[in-house]
């Protein structure tokens, strides 16, 4: 049988649809993960044909499995994911065991955000940045410093969802940021960079044979809690034409200096004065509702698509059609146990609402955002123009409630 191997996935979002994507396209679908809760939730997963356990830390391990599925007369196809930090290890894997049609030294670099800073270092859309080990004294640091001005961000290489991301104020939430990543993740560098203040955007992109094709630019709004979370994605129907070229052309040259041939990545960019900063750069699309956002706003299944590159068939990046939408997302202000969830008939109902998603399920504990993964809710909504599309979009995200049950009051 014809056969995609998917390392990871979660249990909704893009890295879900990517399995539902490859079944639609006749393939037999496998999952190897390390995260044994996801074989006990089995009968949740019918787009996975088979589920495997496997350490996906150890390359033999993995390499063993694949040809023990070779012997047992599966077709290996691609082998794929649309999890960090598992996209370079599937493309290697993808590389050894089916063809080499991706890029993957650029993959490896967009992967790990000190070679992507290191990549750029002489770049003008990479922000002011140091690296350092994290065990120098104060002396020191402040030494390494003395051209940077507060506020600073503090980041693991490896960071993801805005976990391990820090924005400092002063010397002492940066001795206690830095210590903290270094206890945490011992022997890993700490990044230093300048703090970049204005509008955010995502855009996703496709390349082949070395084209850059972009296929949507997302306004994000950032929301501060304890950490910078994304609780808002506009997809944009028009720009500034002096913008939208800026970006093009960032987005170009900064894929270039990759030299990626063929992939997917998207790229979150910061305009500061007019001018595009690189906050990070992933080999993927992005996770959450980002396939469905784009399906909704332009027709294309990214991930669907995606997936033929892997599978060497030319990607079909037309827009069907041009809508506006808005995506919210919800969060909480307390921490607690979950009772129960309403609200949610109420917002599908809404005008405009595409979709409503709910994540976590009753008896779990929530708490306020550190992370993108502690955000609990979605709503997609569209409408005859971005701004009621948005309206729209946060007007049914408001019908849906979380009851807590105190965690002071169940413990």
């Known amino acids: 049988m014809r056969t995609i191997i998917f390392l990871h996935t979660m249990k909704s979002g893009s890295s879900r649809e990517a399995i539902r994507a490859a079944e639609k396209l006749g393939y037999f679908?496998?999952?190897?993960?390390?995260?044994?809760?996801?074989?006990?939730?089995?009968?949740?997963?019918?787009?996975?044909?088979?589920?495997?356990?496997v350490d996906l830390s150890n390359m033999e391990e993995l390499r063993n499995r694949i040809k023990k599925s070779q012997s047992q007369g599966l077709i290996i196809d691609a082998i794929v994911s649309f999890?960090?930090?598992?996209?370079?290890?599937?493309?290697?894997?993808?590389?050894?065991?089916?063809?080499?049609?991706?890029?993957?030294?650029?993959?490896?670099?967009?992967?790990?955000?000190?070679?992507?800073?290191?990549?750029?270092?002489?770049?003008?859309?990479?922000?002011?940045?140091?690296?350092?080990?994290?065990?120098?004294?104060?002396?020191?640091?402040?030494?390494?410093?003395?051209?940077?001005?507060?506020?600073?961000?503090?980041?693991?290489?490896?960071?993801?969802?805005?976990?391990?991301?820090?924005?400092?104020?002063?010397?002492?939430?940066?001795?206690?940021?830095?210590n903290m990543l270094t206890n945490k993740y011992p022997d890993v560098p700490v990044l230093i960079e300048e703090y970049l203040d204005g509008p955010q955007f995502l855009v996703e992109t496709v390349?082949?044979?070395?084209?850059?094709?972009?296929?949507?630019?997302?306004?994000?709004?950032?929301?501060?809690?304890?950490?910078?979370?994304?609780?808002?994605?506009?997809?944009?129907?028009?720009?500034?034409k002096t913008l939208l070229q800026n970006m093009k052309q960032a987005v170009e040259r900064i894929i270039q200096s990759f030299e990626m041939k063929t992939g997917t990545c998207h790229l979150e960019i910061r305009v500061v004065r007019g001018q595009c900063k690189l906050v990070e750069i992933n080999p993927r699309i992005s996770g959450g509702a980002m396939n469905r956002m784009i399906d909704i706003a332009y027709g294309i299944n990214l991930v669907e698509e995606t997936l033929k590159l892997s599978l060497g068939t030319p990607p079909n990046l037309t827009r069907k059609w041009v809508k506006p939408v808005f995506t919210q997302y919800v969060t909480i202000s307390t921490s607690g146990i979950l009772e129960r969830v309403t609200g949610k008939k109420r917002a599908s109902r809404s005008p405009g609402v595409q979709e409503v998603y709910i994540k976590p399920r009753k008896g779990k504990l929530l708490s306020p955002p550190k992370t993108m993964g502690q955000r609990y809710a979605y709503v997609i909504a569209t409408g005859d123009s971005s701004e009621q599309a948005k309206e729209n979009a946060k007007t049914a995200a408001k019908e849906i409630q979380f009851h807590l049950i105190p965690v002071s009051l169940h413990e």
């Open 29 to 53: 679908t496998v999952l190897f993960t390390d995260n044994e809760k996801l074989l006990t939730q089995r009968t949740e997963f019918p787009d996975v044909h088979q589920m495997t356990l």
């Open 83 to 178: 999890v960090d930090p598992y996209v370079y290890l599937a493309t290697k894997l993808h590389g050894e065991f089916c063809n080499n049609r991706l890029s993957i030294e650029a993959i490896r670099a967009m992967e790990d955000k000190i070679l992507t800073r290191e990549k750029l270092k002489d770049s003008p859309y990479t922000p002011k940045f140091i690296k350092i080990n994290g065990r120098e004294s104060k002396e020191s640091l402040t030494s390494l410093l003395k051209d940077y001005s507060y506020p600073l961000m503090v980041k693991s290489p490896y960071s993801t969802g805005s976990k391990d991301v820090i924005k400092v104020e002063n010397d002492k939430q940066l001795f206690n940021s830095v």
């Open 207 to 240: 390349v082949l044979d070395g084209k850059v094709h972009i296929i949507a630019i997302i306004e994000q709004e950032i929301t501060q809690f304890k950490r910078f979370i994304i609780t808002g994605y506009n997809v944009l129907k028009k720009m500034d």
